[in-house]
């Protein structure tokens, strides 16, 4: 299932459409934010620039690795094979080497519970 954008004032937002979709909601919402990215692009066809294709994998690595949704819905969702999703992971993965990032995955990853349990 596709995730569908709609704006709500300045800010865009993907309006969660069935139980599951939710999880990825708040993945595309926490990294549309985070990173000054709107929904919009993060979830776009084309590949868009370095920093937007990088938000992109890093909302499917916490989709799938947080919230535990499958690849192949990852995929769908992103308008994307689930190949591309597990090619996204492994590379965010290979990026934890660096402290740096794997410190700012981990306050992602934090953020992303909070909401959970907030």
């Known amino acids: 299932m596709r995730i569908e954008t709609f704006r709500t004032g300045a ?4 309006p969660p459409r069935k139980r599951g979709d ?10 549309s ?3 000054d990215i709107p929904i919009r692009l993060l979830v776009h066809v ?10 992109r994998q890093l909302a499917m690595y ?6 535990g949704i499958s690849l192949t819905a990852i995929g769908t969702a992103f308008g994307r094979d689930r190949t ?18 794997d410190a700012e995955l981990d306050r992602l990853e934090g953020l992303l ?4 349990h907030g």
């Not at 939710?22 to 990294?31: H, K, R």
């Not at 996204?88 to 990032?101: H, S, V």
């Open 113 to 116: 519970k909070e909401m959970r």
């Open 46 to 55: 084309s590949r868009c620039r370095a920093d937007t294709a990088r938000a």
């Open 33 to 35: 934010r985070e990173k």
């Open 11 to 14: 800010a865009q937002s993907a």
């Open 84 to 101: 591309t999703v597990s090619y996204a992971c492994g590379l965010i993965e290979d990026l934890r080497d660096d402290p740096e990032f």
């Open 62 to 67: 916490l989709a799938h690795v947080v919230k």
């Open 22 to 31: 939710f999880g990825l909601a708040e993945v595309l919402a926490l990294i």
